[in-house]
């Protein structure tokens, strides 16, 4: 049974701030102080995924006004293949209904375009393939990204500002 458990303290965190960092490219992700800042932002939550007894991956979730967004998303890599991925993305949708994420384009290389279609096949659309996100900072490039939702979204650049003001800060 996959469940969640929310991360308050900095102490839980080494194992999920190692595999963030090793993970994801220096460009798609917050240095250290970023990131252990977002236990203070009441609109940020950092989740332990759990199955049964063992802690599977991590996301990092944001609310915003009229859904939530899926920062960041990763199964470990000693459970991966297993197909907990599916059962993490049903979950979440479960219990938090509407969900937007970012993911590189597919065109990009074999790895992103196999992401793609495991979005697409859980239940995930694009809503645009323009999207910039933001730099995290100092020295780290902004990245043409696709944005993807698993809900009809009525105005993507209403959320695309959203989703820069509250979680960039841009």
Known sequence: MIYFEE?????KLSRIFAAYESTFPIDERRDETQFLALLENPDSFIFAVKNEENQVGYLILWKLKDCYYL???EVFEEFRNLKLG???LTELKDKFGNIVLESEPSQLDEMAERRINFYLRNGFSIISEDYIQPSYGPGKNSMNLFLM???HVVDAKNLEQELHVKVYQS
Do not use: G, L, W
């Not at 991360?7 to 102490?11: G, V």
């Open 86 to 88: 599916a059962q993490i």
């Open 149 to 151: 939702s698993n809900f």
């Open 7 to 11: 991360i308050q303290t900095r102490k």
């Open 71 to 73: 920062e960041h998303f």
